[in-house]
């Protein structure tokens, strides 16, 4: 088992700027791909961001490349979500998870371990 646990969330304004972490405990690898997802009122949860188990490799939304970052800590079982330049629909509950496959995955059906969510608001 994986414990997934994420924090960071909170209020800030259109184009502010938050930092999430995810922080990984259990039987964690360096095997894990990590993954971000979010799901705003109302709507599906959709991917964000993922990185590789080594962390060579990244991909992100559309919605949200050149203003997101995802980097991972091995030392500190740790994934962060560096989030800039901040908008309205931004707004949701972003998710943490981890999966065991290879590569990048970016299907939520990939990813066996998720974190309970932490609120992300964005005013205008």
């Known amino acids: 088992q994986v414990q997934l646990v994420e924090s960071g969330g909170g209020l800030v304004q259109t184009g502010g700027s938050l930092r999430l972490s995810c922080a990984a405990s259990g039987r964690t690898s360096s095997n894990t791909a990590m993954g971000w997802f979010r799901q705003a009122p109302g709507k599906e949860r959709e991917f964000v961001a993922v990185?590789?188990?080594?962390?060579?490799?990244?991909y992100y939304a559309d919605s949200v490349k050149g203003r997101f970052t995802i980097s991972r800590d091995h030392a500190k079982n740790t994934v962060f979500l560096q989030m800039n330049s901040l908008k309205p629909e931004d707004t949701a509950v972003y998710y943490c998870a981890a999966s065991l496959r290879l590569g990048i995955p970016k299907e939520e059906y990939d990813y066996r371990y998720w974190g309970q969510g932490t609120q992300v608001t964005i005013s205008s």
């Open positions: 990185i590789s188990s080594l962390g060579g490799s990244t």
